[in-house]
């Protein structure tokens, strides 16, 4: 089974700083990984997704990501964050293989509150 | 084009009531899933439909039911309403069963039991 951890559920940062947002996956097969934002009562938004490739994903609004086997972590990173960009923040996980390949599981979420 | 749209907006309902909630998925999109979201939590996986067969099933007990139709449309069904089923119920939907196409969410409907 796989299972997601976001270590932080609140990040409070002020406008135009650097923002990272953790995640760390378990898993013992190989998998996809996602991260979705979600703004106040509206549905999911992908930001980014690894399939394959490199490590390092770039995402929509300034967002990346990078991959660590070894650590299995999947932190998200945004050079400099905007108002805008307050919002939940959801790390997700699918087997990339297997009858289960279509579904996702979800982290907690973080939300991010960003200040002026 | 239109994206993934859901019905009802919002709902409330009584203990042991039935309730349906109903989703078009993208022009062209044949897999269709449901999460629910509870306050406060990630959304948990429900049921994935594709080609109108059944394709995953998520730990939730058989109160909850799903279909998809021929036009690829979907209901979530829930039986004997519990307060805990409140939540936001969310659908996706994507071209292929698979991750490597994207998957798409609608807006949610919001379901309260009281």
């Known amino acids: 089974a796989q299972s997601v951890t976001q270590l932080d559920s609140q990040v409070p940062v002020f406008e135009e700083a650097p923002v990272e947002l953790r995640c760390n996956y378990s898993?013992?097969?190989?998998?996809?990984l996602f991260w979705y934002v979600q703004y106040p009562n509206q549905g999911l938004q992908l930001l980014l997704k690894?399939?394959?490739?490199?490590?390092l994903v770039k995402g929509i609004n300034g967002f990346e990501a990078e991959f660590n086997k070894s650590q299995t972590s999947f932190h998200l990173r945004k050079p400099s964050v905007h108002i805008s960009d307050t919002a939940e923040y959801f790390c997700?996980?699918?087997?990339?293989?297997?009858?289960?390949?279509?579904?996702?599981?979800f982290g907690k979420g973080t939300k991010l509150s960003v200040k002026p | 084009d239109a994206g993934v749209t859901q019905s009802p907006t919002h709902l409330i309902k009584t203990r042991g009531q039935h309730v349906t909630l109903r989703c078009s998925p993208i022009s062209g999109h044949k897999s269709v899933s449901w999460y629910q979201q509870v306050l406060g939590q990630g959304p948990q996986f429900i049921f994935q439909y594709y080609e109108k067969e059944e394709r995953g099933r998520g730990n939730f007990p058989d109160r909850f039911s799903a279909r998809q139709f021929p036009n690829y449309s979907s209901e979530l069904n829930v039986n004997a309403l519990l307060l805990g089923d409140s939540a936001l119920y969310l659908c996706?939907?994507?071209?292929?069963?698979?991750?490597?196409?994207?998957?798409?969410f609608g807006p949610g409907t919001r379901l309260t039991v009281l």
């Open positions: 898993s013992s097969v190989s998998v996809y």
């Open positions: 996706a939907s994507r071209g292929r069963p698979d991750f490597t196409d994207t998957q798409y």
């Open positions: 997700a996980v699918s087997r990339s293989y297997g009858g289960s390949q279509g579904n996702l599981i």
């Open positions: 690894y399939l394959s490739g490199s490590t």
